[in-house]
């Protein structure tokens, strides 16, 4: 059980469920297609996200025996050895999934995986990391439309771009968490980025209900923030843990148009994010 909980850490699975809620989004919005097609594409999806986060932790290795000494390299739970086998394992088995696909969804696959890789290595170097970690989502979301039915559309690429904004935002915050430093307040726009696209892109009975899955968005980032800004106990890791939790709400507001209980999905997916983060850390 600990050698499944160390491996578990280094996954970060409890943000499983935003992977296959982004794939979801892109997917519905490209026109769905048949389920065994979106599961295929969820697991290869998954595979690249594990590959990623453990590849995160090998390259981190030394920054995490300064600063987060908790994390199962430095702690001695697992050798780094092992853990940059387990990353590219996982990586190599994500690409083999995708690989099933057409031309168009290897290439979104092969990029996906390079901006994984790319962010990995220098995002504890570079100021615009965000910048790097957004581009992996925007690139899933391409990715899940490109396997839909009308493939990667104009309405898919902003939606993808406002996902990205928020990840920019979330981001930000993120990397405050190691090395606390004042935080400052205009990334937190960023976050406003997935309502300003609802808000020019909805008409009519789409708009009255863009903007009631806005509410429940809006609120739900402004409690998660609170725990950065506006508490005295300042908890960084709090709030990135919420905002991170509440991206299929986001993928929710994206996804405007079909019958309601599609958004029984993303409600579920917002609910697994939440259940288990109370297992296993997000961050």
Request: hydrophobic fraction near 55%; charged fraction near 10%.
């Amino acid at each position: 059980m600990p050698k499944l909980r160390t491996l578990l850490i280094l996954g970060r699975v409890s943000n499983l469920p935003t992977v296959w809620s982004n794939c979801l989004a892109g997917w519905w919005l490209s026109g769905g297609g048949h389920w065994k097609t979106f599961a295929w594409l969820c697991l290869g999806a998954t595979f690249l996200y594990l590959g990623g986060m453990f590849l995160n932790d090998a390259f981190d290795a030394q920054f995490d025996q300064q600063h987060r000494p908790e994390r199962p390299i430095p702690s001695g739970a697992i050798r780094a050895a092992s853990v940059w086998g387990w990353g590219f394992g996982w990586m190599a088995a994500g690409l083999a999934c995708l690989s099933l696909f057409h031309q168009t969804t290897i290439i979104f696959a092969l990029l996906l995986s390079l901006a994984i890789l790319i962010y990995d290595a220098v995002h504890k170097l570079f100021a615009f990391s965000p910048v790097l970690m957004a581009s992996c989502r925007f690139f899933l979301v391409l990715l899940a439309a490109s396997v839909g039915a009308s493939g990667v559309t104009g309405l898919v690429i902003w939606t993808a771009l406002a996902l990205a904004c928020y990840i920019v935002g979330l981001s930000y915050l993120a990397r405050r968490e190691s090395v606390p430093t004042a935080l400052r307040y205009w990334p937190c726009l960023f976050l406003a980025a997935p309502f300003l696209l609802a808000l020019i892109i909805n008409r009519g009975d789409n708009q009255l209900r863009a903007t009631l899955v806005g509410i429940v968005l809006g609120v739900w980032i402004l409690r998660s923030l609170r725990f950065a800004y506006g508490n005295a106990q300042q908890n960084i890791g709090r709030s990135v843990a919420g905002l991170l939790a509440g991206m299929p709400l986001v993928d929710w507001l994206s996804v405007w148009t079909g019958p309601w209980p599609q958004a029984l999905a993303f409600v579920g997916f917002f609910g697994l994010a939440l259940l288990f983060q109370r297992f296993v850390p997000a961050t």
